[in-house]
């Protein structure tokens, strides 16, 4: 047992102590708290030291230079609080001749759990912690799981998409019957519209799947979303790339969102995802899968890649008092630029000269709305006129965030304005709807 | 005997990590179905309580009201801790010489009962080292925290429970005792004065329900049992008579066990449904027609004892049936309760020498509806019958209206706690510890004493009136004139009398009403003997006031009145008069108190009667 010695602040007696280490903390004024010594929470304030104690609750103790702080016994193999977790022996190989399908992890809440040190929530480290999370997983046949990234969504970038869509089709090459992507939810988006976009003739279901709570919480939704999305990964007759999450707030029922046209419509709840200007693809009820018409069926292959892409593009979200000096210096250099315009796409008349300029040396202009719902229209209002005539081309109702993506996509593919522009304007994964019925059947 | 408490009061401060309001709702806007998964600690065990729900697998409904938002659905992240429950908290804290912490981090406790949408208990640790002084003795108060209340059970079906979400999050402060009681009417007493504590900083919910107590009980030799959830203060006594009983009776059982060389059941349960074929009454009658099958467990060694030292007492074969339960079985039958419930002699011994069962062994059985249910259950039956080898087994216990309690699940240990990384640590600052140091509320002996001595009370009946909460009526009414021994007798003594034995729910007298009686009562209307009955009357018919005040037929009586009421009377009773002479008077007195009850005082009447008989006897002369 160490002791404080004379003349030294305490707070040395604790530095490099490991976590686990049981310590008791006097202070001048007679108090005494006696627990296991945690690593400091990133926003503890200043010479507070934080301590478990015997009963379980946490606390901060500001420890003076007058107060004295014993170790009592110091954990020597760093297994206390706050340490890493002890790592599964043998990962399960999932194909002993049975179908089998494949969990692409990149990060995410869903493959986070809490670090009990910053107080945040930290990626999980390997295939072992995250089939800790969810024992589960194999009950329907085998999940291989293959790390890709280990990435929150905010970090990931659209070489990423291209790293995630090359392992999607080499797992649908290597027999797998659907893939699984898990995914940080507030990106998953638009890595779906690029999977849309990178992945043709798919012979089965891409599920990108996410959770809004961690898996650490007993109530987090990422074992159900993830249950649902490996059962249809491996059962629907699907070709295409979908989101699958909560459809409502209960852990009963899932929506399938086509890739490009789903978006995350709120910050917390489970049921964020959304299809915008329709139905959604599908949904999972009771373990039904009911799939809407105009689902693509699984391709009978072979399946094709083309994930170039040029990220010299980007979204530009007019509002009131963008000035067009500030507008034209963003868009300087860029290949492309996604306007998310007002109403029926519309942008103050002021910015019409820069636009004119960019477009004449060869930018691609998108316009798109930054309604929640909706296509834009060029012959409604006067601006939309002159904006079109300014050679701006107007996507229908396709999403800002999947225009922006498809825009991509199009200029890796196409030297070409007008090559570009026709695969803007096609619909190239149900990206653009012609069609909005009055009332979406639900 | 050694017992704890720990105190748990709602406070009415709003809830404690939403905007929302700290009441209840009637209004039900949607539901929302949920699973829960155990998830471990920062050290990733799993604890028994958790693991213990877990296996259940159950589904959770919970109702979504006026009273909740995104917050309690667990939608949405946790808020900052509502200052005003955390100042609330130091209050408590200070009132209790507690040290408060430099630094309260918020924690999670796992709680996959799904009472918490979230899967966890949100609660912190606020002060530590506190004291309280009760009756000349000092505990000490090792601990208060804040923490959020859980949702409110709506009920319980096959395989699910549904909950109310208003009362999730309404903030909870928590005292706990050291283990320094000694017996039940002193627990009684210390849950009293703390409740009378919290009161007094007035940021508390008033009610049933509002304040509900954790009892920790433990004999020589026995373990640490938990009460959980007690509401009614008066019952706490029972409790804890209750649990010191069964724990010595277990540990009787115990040295029983131990003297025949008793260890852990280790037969395999066998199937027994043929061997009940035909039985013509009680639990097992017609399985195979209901698709049901029974097993049974034999128990080397526990023959006799899994009935009770006495009828009504504690015994294991409850104890075991109450395990049996939470694996989905009604209950179970058990040997040394047969022949009984359909089951005759000859039966029982066919059953008996199927499982091989000697003098000295007893045998449990159980029946369901499905095989692994059934065996199941016997598998807990046979982890408490090994426990009963050991002593008294640690765990949880619900309270039953009876004073008794039922097995709820093991016991949590530490590991179901770790941090609630969504609210970052709060720093109690000097400034606000000074503040609340300079403005706490009177502590309940100080105003027992200030009471006592302007009013010219006895400090038992402020005692009283702090326990019954009145103590804000009584300033009110003798604030308005009425005489304060009167208002005492009224709030300590008159409502609750007149209340005994009414139906729930009956009408609770509003102030108002209160004040309506108390004021008739001052202009002589009815006499005091009157007021519990006038209470009752109103608790019974309810509103409005005036309509039981001259109900009673209390318009007043003047003394000439009475003695006119007297007079005729007599007169028309004169020959029963003449027959009896003085013994006529018992029940001339219980008619005229029939007619003038609660106008005239008794004494008054008795004496107004005894001059007109007089002057009957008198003017009827000698031998008339």
Redesign the interface.
């Known amino acids: 047992m160490a002791s404080p010695s004379n003349g030294r602040d305490p707070l040395e007696m604790v530095r490099g102590l490991p976590a686990g280490s049981e310590v008791e903390i006097r202070t001048s004024d007679g108090?005494s708290?006696r627990g296991t010594f945690l690593p400091s929470?990133e926003?503890?304030?200043p010479r507070?030291v934080?301590l478990?104690?015997?009963?379980?609750?946490?606390?901060?103790?500001?420890v003076g230079p007058g107060d004295a702080i014993a170790i009592l016994s110091r954990n020597g193999n760093g297994?206390?609080?706050?340490?890493a977790?002890?790592a599964r022996s043998e990962p399960p190989q999932g194909s002993d001749g049975r179908p089998w399908v494949a969990l692409l992890t990149t990060g995410g809440t869903i493959a986070s759990r809490?670090?009990?040190r910053t107080?945040?929530?930290r990626p999980a480290k390997d295939e072992a912690e995250i089939l800790s999370f969810y024992p589960n997983l194999e009950r329907e046949g085998p999940v291989r799981v293959i790390p890709v990234l280990d990435r929150l969504s905010e970090e990931i970038a659209p070489a990423d998409w291209t790293t995630i869509a090359d392992r999607v089709a080499k797992t649908f090459t290597e027999g797998a019957r659907g893939v699984v992507v898990a995914h940080g939810t507030d990106t998953l988006a638009y890595t779906a519209a690029a999977l849309s976009f990178a992945l043709r003739d798919l012979p089965g279901p891409v599920v990108l799947v996410g959770a809004?709570?961690s898996?650490?919480?007993?109530?987090?939704d990422g074992?159900?979303n993830l249950q649902a999305a490996t059962h249809v990964a491996r059962t629907a007759d699907l070709g295409e790339v979908v989101v699958l999450m909560h459809e409502?707030?209960?852990?009963?029922s899932f929506a399938l969102h086509r890739g490009t046209r789903v978006r995350k419509m709120h910050s917390?709840?489970?049921d964020a995802f959304r299809t915008r200007n329709g139905p959604p693809l599908g949904r999972l009820k009771d373990q039904q899968l009911t799939l809407s018409a105009d689902a693509r069926p699984s391709a009978p292959g072979p399946l094709r890649l083309d994930p170039r892409l040029d990220p010299e593009a980007s979204l530009l979200w007019f509002h009131p008092g963008l000035g067009p000096a500030r507008a034209e210096q963003y868009v300087g250099g860029l290949r492309g630029v996604i306007l998310a315009g007002t109403g029926l796409g519309h942008v103050s008349s002021l910015h019409l000269p820069w636009i004119r300029t960019a477009v004449a040396r060869g930018v691609f202009v998108g316009m798109t709305t930054q309604c929640l719902e909706g296509s834009v229209d060029p012959f409604v209002y006067a601006t939309g006129r002159e904006l079109l005539r300014a050679g701006v081309t107007y996507l229908g109702d396709m999403l800002p965030e999947t225009a922006y993506v498809k825009l991509l996509f199009g200029l890796g593919r196409y030297a070409s304005a007008s090559e570009l522009r026709g695969f803007m304007l096609t619909d190239v994964a149900g990206e653009i709807a012609y069609r909005h019925p009055l009332e979406p059947p639900r | 005997m050694k017992a704890g408490l720990e105190v748990h009061q709602q406070l009415d401060t709003g809830k404690l990590f939403c905007r929302c309001p700290s009441e209840l709702s009637e209004t039900v806007l949607g539901e929302v179905t949920r699973q829960l998964r155990p998830t471990g600690g920062e050290d990733r065990a799993i604890d028994p309580a958790v693991a213990f729900e877990a296996e259940r697998g159950r589904v959770f409904r919970y109702e979504a009201t006026t009273s909740d938002c995104l917050v309690e659905a667990d939608e949405e992240p946790p808020h900052e801790l509502n200052p005003r429950a955390l100042a609330t908290a130091l209050t408590v804290a200070a009132l209790l010489h507690a040290r408060p912490l430099d630094e309260i981090e918020v924690m999670r406790k796992i709680v996959i009962d799904g009472s918490n949408t979230s899967g966890f208990q949100r609660t912190a640790l606020i002060a530590v080292d506190g004291r309280l002084d009760v009756g000349g003795r000092r505990y000490s108060i090792p601990a208060i925290c804040l923490e959020e209340d859980a949702a409110r059970k709506a009920g319980e079906g096959e395989g699910e429970t549904r909950y109310r979400l208003d009362r999730l999050g309404i903030p909870l402060i928590e005292i706990a005792t050291g283990p320094e009681i000694t017996g039940g009417a002193e627990a009684r007493e210390v849950a009293e004065e703390i409740g009378a504590l919290l009161r007094s900083t007035r940021r508390v919910r008033r009610g049933i329900g509002t304040i509900r107590e954790d009892l920790n009980i433990s004999v020589p030799g026995g373990t640490r049992i938990e009460i959980k959830g007690v509401q009614e203060l008066r019952l706490i006594q029972r409790y804890v008579e209750t649990e010191e009983e069964r724990q010595t009776h277990l540990l009787a059982v115990r040295e029983e066990l131990a003297r025949r060389g008793a260890g852990r059941p280790d037969g395999a349960p066998e199937e027994v449904t043929h061997l009940l074929e035909g039985v013509a009454t009680g639990p097992l009658r017609g399985l195979r027609e209901r698709g049901a099958v029974a097993y049974a467990l034999r128990l080397p060694g526990f023959g006799g004892l899994l009935k009770g030292a006495r009828p009504e007492g504690e015994r294991l074969g409850r104890e075991l049936a109450d395990h049996a339960r939470t694996a989905g079985v009604r209950g179970l039958l058990h040997s040394d309760e047969l022949p009984a419930h359909g089951l005759d002699e000859e039966r029982v011994a066919r059953l008996r020498e199927h499982l091989r069962a000697g003098p000295l062994d007893a045998w449990v059985l159980v029946t369901a509806g499905r095989r692994p249910t059934a065996i199941a259950a016997l598998e807990r039956v046979r982890e408490r019958a090994a426990a009963a080898t050991l002593g008294v087994p640690p765990e949880t216990r619900d309270p039953l209206p009876d004073g008794r309690s039922r097995y709820s699940r093991p016991l949590p240990g530490r590991d179901r706690m770790y941090p609630e990384t969504d609210v970052p640590p709060i720093r109690t600052s000097e400034e606000e510890l000074e503040r609340i140091r300079g403005s706490l509320p009177e502590p309940p002996s100080a105003e027992r004493a200030r009471l006592a001595a302007r009013y010219d009370l006895h400090a038992e009946v402020v005692r009283r009136l702090q326990q019954l909460d009145e103590v804000d009526r009584l300033e009110a009414m003798i604030g308005r004139g009425h005489p304060a021994a009167t208002v005492a007798r009224l709030l300590a003594q008159d409502l609750d009398a007149a209340s005994e034995g009414l139906p729930t729910p009956h009408h609770l007298p509003t102030d108002e009403e209160l004040e309506a009686i108390l004021a008739a009562l001052d202009r002589g209307l009815f006499a005091k003997e009157a007021l519990p009955g006038l209470l009752r009357r109103l608790m019974e018919e309810g509103p409005p006031v005036e309509k039981v005040l001259t109900g009673a037929g209390l318009t007043p009586l003047s003394r000439g009145e009475l003695e006119i009421l007297a007079d005729e009377l007599v007169e028309r009773n004169a020959s029963l008069i003449a027959e009896k002479g003085e013994r006529a008077r018992s029940p001339l007195m219980g008619d005229l108190m029939r007619e003038v009850r609660g106008r005239r005082d008794g004494k008054e009447v008795a004496e107004v009667l005894e001059r007109a008989l007089k002057r009957r006897l008198a003017a009827a002369g000698p031998g008339g």
Not at chain 1, 52 to 61: A, D, E, F
Not at chain 1, 79 to 83: H, L, V
Not at chain 1, 215 to 220: I, W
Request: aromatic share 6%; glycine share 16%; charged share 20%.
């Open positions: 108090r708290y929470h926003l503890s304030g507070i934080r478990k104690l015997p009963s379980g609750y946490n606390i901060g103790v500001r297994s206390g609080p706050g340490a977790p002890p809490v670090d009990y107080g945040g929530v809004q709570r898996p650490d919480r007993p109530s987090s074992a159900s409502g707030l209960s852990d009963t917390s709840r489970r």
